[in-house]
């Protein structure tokens, strides 16, 4: 089955993704993991993202296009796949087309205030990498790592104002693939207020 993952930041997509990939048996594909590994890697196009990635400009729509073209001719993606973070235009959306179907595009719904709270109470171990939650799961100790004992920080991009930027760039970018796929008629939404397993069970169904 070919999913794609659709939805605003701070949904849950990724943590619905991880345990879905090993239910259904298809690879996870992120598309800041596919940037990250053909970096590492130092493929053609990861040489050439990282030149673009140095200058602080965006990696334009082909490049990514060819990045995910070529990650789902791997063996992995016979079963199909999840894409998380693809397509995020309408261009990218129509040049999936061209060599993969999807089946459906997954709508993670969720509203900006329960978003803000989400990403907003996020706190990060700046060595382990360790994600924390003030509300849902906080550390014993207020403001300290469990197993390091370093003093957690908050991300740029997890306080309030940059939420509300990272939100209007999804809306005015990305939300318009929901329409495009609801003409299609490959559009299931999901209530992402729900648990990652309920979620699941509802994309189980489809599977079905």
């Known amino acids: 089955m070919n999913l794609v993952f659709l939805g605003p930041p701070g949904a849950g997509k990724g943590t619905v993704a991880a345990i879905a990939k090993e239910a259904l048996g298809v690879p996870h594909i992120s598309t800041g993991d596919l940037f990250r590994e053909n970096i590492k ?81 996020r706190r990060i171990c700046k060595s382990t990498g360790k994600i924390y939650h003030i509300v849902s799961n906080p550390p014993k100790v207020e403001g300290i790592d469990d197993e390091t004992g370093e003093p957690l920080i908050q991300r740029d991009d997890d306080k309030e104002e940059a939420i509300k930027h990272r939100l209007e760039v999804y809306d005015k970018q990305t939300a318009p693939l929901i329409d495009y796929y609801k003409k299609r008629g490959l559009l299931f939404n999901i209530d992402a207020s729900a648990s990652p397993e309920a979620s699941l069970k509802k994309i189980e169904k489809l599977a079905k």
């Open 41 to 121: 890697n130092e493929t053609p196009l990861g040489k050439e993202v990282k030149e673009i990635m140095a200058k602080g400009e965006l990696v334009p729509d082909d490049v990514t296009v060819k990045m995910v073209k070529e990650r789902l001719r791997n063996p992995d993606c016979k079963n199909g796949y999840i894409l998380d973070g693809f397509p995020r235009t309408i261009y990218q959306a129509d040049e999936l087309e061209k060599f993969s179907k999807v089946d459906y595009a997954v709508n993670f719904e969720l509203d900006s205030e329960t978003i803000v709270k989400r990403l907003s109470g």
